[in-house]
């Protein structure tokens, strides 16, 4: 039976559960759970996180923690019970958790790392605290380094900063509002700025000693010097070196390791230096042998120097390698670094070019204590301390220190009987009183232990040694009466066996008689004779000797003469031994008592140090003096105290307030004193006035505080010693000082006084002194003393005076005093401090001073647990707002709208002040309840004054809702200051409805409200959807969506508006649909019906609602932009069924309206261009591609255009879409697109404004402005020729304003597009199909078709990888079908994707004759409006033999909106139409296009246009083996069948150009191989021979007979070219003079092909040619394929091709008689011509004619089965010239005749089929014999210049040479030829072609061509009877078209 659970009611998760079992709840580990009930080992309940899931898991799996349940029952929440400190970590490890993870996705590897570590160590940290065996310190410890990391955290991640108190968070609701300011500005600024250490302390480390010549041991001594004063600042550092120069002891690091301790700021600086000498311990000379002496001495090495300024800016992980100098003269040892640093260390040389010692050395910031937890490392492996010579910069009472420094300086000696001068060297000993060596206590200095004795360097034979070396004696204070030190003085000889001789000794006592130590300084100590050691042992026979020469007696003759002497240094550092023989005097007053008066004058003389170390003896003393002779002394005791007082006010000395603090509580015990110190003080306060100098009084006010701390003491001692006696006496007194004090203080002066002075110092102490009165006055005693003190200032002061700021001061350390936090006196207080306060904010001064002040007041107001207020804070809040709430608006006003000042730290402090008195005007807010507004506003007399306190308001109110009012991670004081500000518009939009509504309505309010509204709602801090579900959670708990409170605020007030809602139509509608962007439904459904209202009024106003429109439109364009909005708004907007909450949708509103269908046209409208809008906005979002955007834009600029006809925002999108091109450097797209701006404009002289970038000019400048730009776009995109209609334009407008300087460089610069037309190459590009299918796309794409213009050399396969980046969530479709309804409706994404061909539109340019590819290739791919794509597929049944039957092909022609190139690099599809292909055309088109390829490649090859003959080789291959299996064979069996002819009659033509393309196979393939074996390489032989094996079996298949031997043994060239057999021409014998050659110009040619071909060289030109063959199947199999693009060969060139324009030999124009058989049967039908004309007959040996006469020269045709596009696109790379004379041609001069090579042949001119060959090919072979006038700027080639080897001819075929009628039939469905055969059959206007293009005139007149016919024929016999000698006449050469 499941219970209801007690106690146990929340729990962890230990372990994954999968609830597996019914009802069973999964569990992941490290959830957290809620338990409502329990059974048998189960509990039942839900997850927190997931409240509304319950089920049951099992109890093992629950670790169960105490909890607080609060409501109790079915909505019981649940709290655990455990430090607030976990539950934050808790918390925010579950957020980071998610967040680290993403930092993964996002690639940043340091911070995830790093997170990760600080993730692990909170962890840890955690458990510790779980575990709860920490002590209170360690505790404490932990906690600060938890909340340091999650900071850190939260800062690193862009979390909100957390207010926290003592480690814990802080709830907002239970503090001030002046509080939560101050610790989020604690915490901001600690995140903000470190402060800067005060102390600080060096690092060494010393490593090795690098050097050559060692061998010897070292010692080396660091210290720290000022190089400014000349002296050591530090004692030594000593560490032993070996014999290498390593450490002597490296396992003890403590010898290696210091630091230099207590260096205060002032000495990082350049000229304090690290001073390192080195000493050796050996030989006397560093070159003796080594068996000469055992004695070791201690000798000078070197020296080496570093500026600690220099370890500031070094890298402190290094080490550093310091320079040791060597000492070459001794005798400047003592001054060696000193030169150094002087940089006069030219004497001195390096001890070796590699010497160094090699220290680590770093610059370690902060106080002992704190490096000791940041280092713990550095300390726990042992670093011995060095420390600075006397104290450091702060001394700290408790300090022990007693160390006697002394410093052996120099000696002077007498040679003592020697020729040369003495090696002298002293031994330092510390002996006791009784004469016993002190062990240990002589130090060489820190790192070493301490020594018994001391030996000195030794100097080589020198009587004026200067040692300088400093040893420490740190004697104990115990021993040092009586102990002294003794130098001995030895005489070190070099013979001898090195003895060391005693020739002398001094001492030196450590205290005097009378206890003063040795004073500081220089002593010349007296040089005692001593010869035997013996003599020394009794010490008490010398210390009755005088010791220094400064105290020897006037007799002593004997020793003054003395000439010997020794100098020391002495210096004491110690706490408890004094120096000062003054200081001892006074502590021994009672002693010598004539001598006080003397010591109390002397102690202002005495410094700091010896006092503070005197302190509780000095005080005693002095209030001792004052106990017995108090009124001889009184004044002078009472100095002394002010003295030391102050004295503890120096930085130095404060530590030692607590002390004296101390002395004061504990040790005090003068219990009269006080009548005395009120006595004295009361005196100096009455002689203020009329004293001259002010500045001792001033001393003895400032040290006030401390002298009533003494003053109340002493009374209270005197009270309980007497029981309370003489109480009203001590009252009185202090009421007579506050008298004196009053009266001083009332006293007026100008400017600054010295009296004016002295109040201010009072005034600086008085609140210190307020405690004390409050031990023996009560709170409202204290209170009057302090309102009648305050009150007696004068009441006018200057503005400068420096009274104001204090007397501001003085308030503020009164309301932060214990006085003020008490209510009794705070009542009293209050009057005073607003009264200060008002004044100063009125007058704009002392703000910084005004805010702490206000801050303080408002933080003491506090609200009861109950949330009740007690009536004295209800009051103390009225005075306040009574007072101060207008003058804080005003002051905030001010403060925000003044610039701010310079300067890092006044921003800083400008800044601090604003969000002071902001946090103070919430507080008070937050503080004020009904009855506080009531009366406020009721206060307002006036209508006017009530309308500029609400205005005040809500200005202010905008101000704090500024982003940049907070620092962006403080949300909890966004939250707060809203909470605020929505609590006071609830209470003022009462007054606004009762004081300013119907006659009474001032708009300036109301729209200062509304406007207040909007931008409340907006703000970013209360955008919940943007947040964290956990935050979200917080937030919504504490103080719900404060948007939607807002929201229906604004809706109340508008419905109290009434008729005067016209005044904010329009002006509301951008700020009010702002609101409804925001993504919250209740939000929206309040806002929406506003809209509906307006429009409604905006009818019944001016009948319509335009301006509605018209600002609705505006503003949704400018915030669509901005990003805000979302597709459930555009439902919202349009949807019919009415939403959830009380409103129904705009639309339904609007339907029953009268005016309802403009209402639904405008909704309508709107909803359309929020589509629009929508995809703009989020394409533009960062990381989108460039083709989204644009395609995104010009949607959006067409719906401006068309549906809004809005100017401006065209044009401003117009602009947008031109710098997208022009980022994605589509530039021929960016210059159409400023096109359309530029055809906005006239050329007229309108001025225009100022607009975008645009300057203010006229119509006309701006037009030619963008005529320039948009030519120099153009140029850079290669469209030259829309260029060249803009000059002219351009030059128009010039020439008629008679600018010629301005045209010249037009015509100029249209010359030059000219040129580059002619001359530079032209990349042609792809076309694309893409469809984008299912509902998941932009609505701009969504189940649209478009083609797209691809970026150079995109291929398909490119193109699809780039929409599938575009569109990643994209599926690409594997078929071309239309899809069906399901993928259209589908929730995904589809695209499909094909290539198509483009069908040009200026058909008459492509078709003229002699047009330059370079001309006709802009023709071919600009402004092109439909496009092709061809699909095969079978249609009935499809015969398993022979596919061919049933093979059609279904042709879709594609209509776009606009032309490509436009404005976009995609467009559109408006119109689709589809026609079928029928097998037999197929067939036609196939066999078309592959004699196509294989002229071009034939052509290339002879040309040496190609690398290898590879191509060549497999498209031979590819044919050939194709056709012997049956290729060919399979259209013969398909189509020239009996049954197929008798079933389709109306395809004998076709049928019968089927056949003359297959024999025009054959010949061709009979010329390539002969090319072939010209070109073949050795090793292709055995191919070469298996293709003609194959090719005769070919021949023999089509029924055609052997060639004759020649052709295969010998191919020679044919005249024309080409071995094709022509149609439309009468063959002509050519002259073999008669050639003449034109010189052409050559262009590399540009391959187009595509992935799939549906002949078999696309995948043969990859193959292996070896023995590599294609099966019919390869070569006529067309599968369907998204890749496929067309049936004809538009993939199936080579990559290897190009075109070629081989020279052409003229032709004799003569042509015989019998010929005219020949063309006659040409001009028949098929039906009409002789059998022969079909079906070929054996030739005749008679008519065979020698190949250099025969050629042939039919006329190029155009394929009926091939539209325009093909056609034209082929003309791509034909570089072609003429092939002879024009008799109409301008030009006159003819070219020398040369004699033609048999090679050489007439130039192409080749009209294809396809896009992807090259060359203006025709289908017919004949193409190879024509040619263009030449497309390149044709040069005339001097005779004798020699062309490259074109096309070789071929043989004639058997019987005939084929020709037929001058014009071919066209297929009703397809576009007529390109051009006109005959000038005088097709008469066209001539043109006379420029020079460049013209043919040199012929001699002879042409022959006359046959009429024309209007039927297409097969292949015609030539007649038998023709002679083949007889010369065939040349035909006309074409004239190009008229356009």
Known sequence: MWIPTEHEKYGVVLASFRGTVQHGLPLEIGDTVQILEKCEGWYRGFILKNPNVKGIFPCSYIHLKN??????????????????????????????????????VKNEGDLFHRLWHVMNEILDLRRQVLVG????????????????????????????????????????????????????????RKKETATPASTHHLFVHVKSLMSANLGEELEVFFHIYDGRENRPLSERFFVRLNKNGLPKWPEKTERQCTLFVDLGSSDLRKDVYIVVHIIRIGRMGAGEKKNTCSVQYRRPFGCAVVSIADLLTADSKDDHLLKVYACNTEIEWYQIHENIIRKANSRYNLSGSNTGLAVALQLLHGDIDQLRREYMGLFTRGVCITKKLGFSDIIMPGEMRNDLYMTLEKGEFEKGGKSVARNVEITVYVLDADGQILKGYVAAGSGEPGADEYHSLVLYHNNSPRWAEQIKLPIPVDMFRGSHVRFEFRHCSTKDKGEKKLFGYSFVPLMQEDGRTLPDGTHELIIHKCEENASLADCSRYLKLPYSKANLPTNSLTLKGNKESFWITSFLCSTKLTQNGDMLDLLKWRAHPERINDSLSKLKEIDGSEIVKFLQDTLDTLFGILDESSQRYSLKVFDSLVHIINLLQDSKFQHFKPVMDTYIESHFAGALSYRDLIKVLKWYVDRIVEAEHQDHIQQVLKASDYIFKYIIQSRRLFSLATGGQNEEEFRACILELFMSIRFFLSQESKGISPVTQTQAVFLRTFPAIYSELLKFFTVRDVAGFVRETLASLPAVVQADSPLEAVKLQCISKTVES??????????????????????????????????????????????????????????????????????????????????????????????????????????????????????????????????????????????????????????????????????????????????????????????????????????????????????????????????????????????????????????MIGPFLEVTLVPQPDLRNVMIP????????????????????????????????????????????????????????????????????????????????????????DCMKLGEVDGKKIGCTVSLLNFYKTELNKEEMYIRYIHKLYDLHLKAQNYTEASYTLLLYDELLEWSDRPLREFLNYPMQSEWQRKEYLHLTIIQNFDRGKCWENGIILCRELADQYESYYDYRNLSKMRMMEASLYDKIMDQQRLEPEFFRVGFYGKKFPFFLRNKEFVCRGHDYERLEAFQQRMLNEFPHAIAMQHVNQPDQTIYQADAQYLQIYAVTPIPESQDVLQRDGVPDNIKSFYKFNHIWKFRYDRPFHKGTKDKENEFKSLWVERTTLTLVQSLPGISRWFEVEKRELVEVSPLENAIEVIENKNLQLRTLITQCQSRQMQNINPLTMCLNGVIDAAVNGGLARYQEAFFV????????????????????????????????????????????????????????????????????????????????????????????????????????????????????????????????????????EVFNMQPSPSTSSLSSNHSASPNVTSSAPSSARGSPQMAEKHKHSRENACLSPRERPVSAIFSNP????????AHQIGDTTLPRSDPNLSAPDKASSTKNTRSQSPGPMSRSPQKTAMPPFTPSPTECQSTSLVSN??????????GISSLSRCSVSEASGTELPAGDHLPHPLPPPAPLPNSISSSSDEPIRRENKTPPPYSVYERNNPRRPVPLPHSLSIPPQTDPPALPPKPHQIRTGSMKLDGNADPRVPRPRPLPRKVSQL
């Open 1538 to 1673: 009996k049954d197929y002819i008798m079933n389709h009659p109306e395809d004998g033509d076709k049928i019968g150009r089927l056949r003359e393309l297959m024999f025009e196979q054959a010949h061709i393939l009979e010329y390539g191989l002969a090319v072939h074996e010209k070109y073949v390489p050795q090793d292709m032989r055995p191919l070469h021979k298996k293709l003609v094996d194959q090719f005769h079996l070919m021949k023999s298949s089509l029924g055609i007979q052997e060639f004759p031997a020649y052709v295969r043994a010998s191919p020679v060239p044919f005249t024309n070219g080409s071995p094709r057999t022509y149609r439309n021409s009468v063959p002509s014998i050519i002259s073999p003079d008669a050639g003449r050659g034109v010189a052409r110009r050559s262009y590399p040619a540009v391959n187009r092909y595509s992935s799939s071909s549906l002949s078999s060289q696309a995948s043969n030109e990859v193959s292996n040619i070896t023995g590599q063959s294609e099966s019919s199947d």
């Open 133 to 188: 065996h920490l002590t209170h310190d360690r505790m404490k410890d932990v906690k600060q380094h938890i909340t340091a990391r999650l900071d850190w955290g939260n800062e690193q991640l862009c979390l909100d900063l957390v207010p926290r108190r003592e480690f814990s968070m802080v709830d907002p609701d239970e503090i001030s509002v002046t509080e939560l300011y101050r610790l989020m500005e604690h915490r901001h």
């Open 1090 to 1177: 506003i809209f509906h209202d307006m429009m409604d009024w905006e009818q019944r106003r001016s009948g319509n609602f335009k301006q509605v429109e018209a600002k609705l439109i505006d503003k949704l364009d400018s915030l669509m932009s901005e990003g805000k909005g979302d597709e459930t708004y555009r439902e919202l907007f349009n949807s019919i069924i009415p939403l959830f909450g009380p409103y129904p949708s705009l639309l339904k509103k609007i339907e029953r309206e009268t005016w309802r269908e403009s209402g639904i046209s405008l909704i309508a409208t709107v909803t359309r261009l929020m589509e629009r809008l929508l995809d703009y906005r």
């Open 818 to 1067: 214990q006085l003020y936090i008490n209510p009794e006196s705070r009542c009293i207080l209050l009057p005073v401090v607003l009264r200060v306060l008002h004044t100063c904010l009125q007058e704009q001064r002392d703000l910084v001073m005004c805010a702490r002040i206000f801050t303080s007041m408002l933080s003491l107001i506090k609200k009861e647990e109950n949330g009740t207020v007690e009536p004295a804070v209800s009051e103390e809040v009225e005075l306040i707002v009574e007072s101060l709430l207008e003058v804080l608006l005003r002051t905030i006003l001010e403060i925000s709208n003044r610039p701010q000042p310079a300067g890092p730290a006044m921003r800083l402090q400008f800044q601090d002040v604003t969000g002071e008195f902001v946090a103070c005007l919430l507080a008070l807010l937050r503080h004020m309840s009904d009855k506080h507004y009531q009366k406020l506003l009721q206060a307002y007399s006036s209508k006017d004054d009530l309308r500029d306190f609400l205005l005040h308001v809500f200005t202010v109110f905008r101000i704090l809702i500024r982003p940049e009012m907070f620092p962006k991670d403080w949300t909890v004081m966004r939250l707060v200051t809203n909470n605020v500000i929505i609590t006071t518009v609830l209470y003022l939009s009462d007054a606004l409805r009762k004081n300013f509504l119907n006659d009474k309505f001032d708009y300036k309010v109301w729209d200062s409200y509304f406007y207040l509204s909007v931008i409340f709602i907006n703000q970013p801090c209360l955008q919940l959807e943007s947040f964290s579900p956990s935050k979200r959670k917080k937030i919504l708990e504490k103080y719900g969506d404060m948007r939607v409170m807002m929201g229906c605020e604004i809706f109340s007030m508008w419905q109290n508006l009434g008729e005067h809602k016209l005044n904010f139509i329009p002006a």
């Open 67 to 104: 909890a607080v349940v609060k409501n109790k029952g079915q909505f019981e929440t649940v709290i655990p019970v455990e430090d607030s400190v976990i539950t934050e970590m808790t918390s925010t490890l579950r957020e980071w958790g998610a967040m680290w993870k993403q930092l993964y």
């Open 1810 to 1819: 396809s896009p992807v060959l090259s060359g203006s090919y025709s289908s």
């Open 1739 to 1746: 030739l005749d040996p008679a008519q065979r004619a020698p």
